[in-house]
């Protein structure tokens, strides 16, 4: 075929979860739709890599610094959500019940990855932890076994600093089956129940 | 969020079968890769729009015209196999056992969809016949109702000119079971039958 069909196949072959067939059928697809459609998702991708920064104050991805969410007043600054990764902020805000402040750590402890303390904006956020007036400390970090080390990592260092930590419940998803549940998370759910 | 990632995620999710998650999903892995691979797969899409034609002798997209398979001398001229599209020569060259030349309609008879004849590179075909040394054309649009009644009118245009006229066989496919075959295409197998 044409190089640069065969070049575009490859290309989207190497994003996650795209394979041969389907790259395939996405180079086909940009093959026949307009220039103008095809120029908007190619000025996308470098939009993405030229424009996104990270927030100064609370790491999350932001065109402008500081981000949406920590220059909203109407924000309860008092209230830190720590996650994994900016796509939990996104999750978060999608619950529309959640308005304080967020701390995107950039991933999590995973010794067997290399990946430390040091690594993740830990020492950011206990600056900003001892700077301002934070009551609350949610980990909201993935109940995973990686997430949970770093959620009690944080807690110890977070503690002393005299602000109430807080971990996300665990227990059966909405629409679950106790039947279904694997023994961890019935366990979570029976350890985590709270009064009627 | 960031509001070149909200366009970015719709872009994906333009893409066919790209659902919302999908399309955030690509988009947070472009936020992570390096900027020059973020480079390639725009420039990719981009290269496609402007470098692909149709060749002009056989109507499969190329960057040349003529294509490579047109103008491949060991390539047999007095062979054409006649496809709806050019994901269907690539499909055929994969198989490796064919060296004839091709002829892309861009398309089956549908009349619902109002694309008739005209809307088919059915004229540059019969010139083609017209013109050349060709003994035999193989029609291999689908074995879809458009495609077959697709196949049916070419032939009766064809056969008037005294060349070969025939059709990709119908039957069950490699590693099928007579048990989950549908009657259709039982029926195809069974008429299509040859001799042992």
Redesign the interface.
């Known amino acids: ?5 065969d ?2 196949i ?3 072959n ?5 394979g041969k067939k ?1 790259a ?8 026949r739709i307009k ?1 103008e ?13 030229e ?2 920064r990270y927030c100064s104050l609370c790491f999350n ?3 402008k610094d500081p ?1 949406k969410i920590c220059a909203d007043k109407k924000r309860d600054r008092s209230l830190i959500c720590v996650v994994e ?3 939990d ?2 999750a978060v ?1 999608k619950t529309g019940q959640y308005n304080g402040a967020y701390h995107v750590l950039g991933g999590v402890l995973s010794p067997l990855d290399n990946i430390g303390p040091e690594d993740l904006k830990i020492k950011e956020l206990l600056n900003r932890l001892k700077q301002k007036g934070v009551k609350e400390v949610i980990l909201a970090t993935n109940p995973s076994t990686e997430g949970e080390a770093t959620a009690i990592y944080l807690a110890k260092l977070i503690k002393p600093l005299g602000i109430k930590v807080t971990r996300i419940a665990r227990g059966l998803p909405s629409g679950g089956a106790l039947e279904y549940a694997d023994v961890n998370t019935l366990a979570n759910a029976i350890e985590g129940r709270v009064e009627f």
Not at 14 to 18: A, C, N, Q, W
Not at 24 to 31: E, N, S
Not at 43 to 48: K, L, P, S
Request: charged content about 30%; glycine content about 2%.
């Open positions: 075929m044409a190089d640069s069909i070049r575009l490859e290309e989207f190497k994003l996650p979860g795209i389907t395939q059928r996405l180079a086909f697809h940009v093959l220039k459609e095809a120029e908007n998702l190619a000025q996308a991708i470098m939009d993405v890599k424009k996104i991805i932001t065109e981000c990764e900016s796509k902020v996104l805000e």
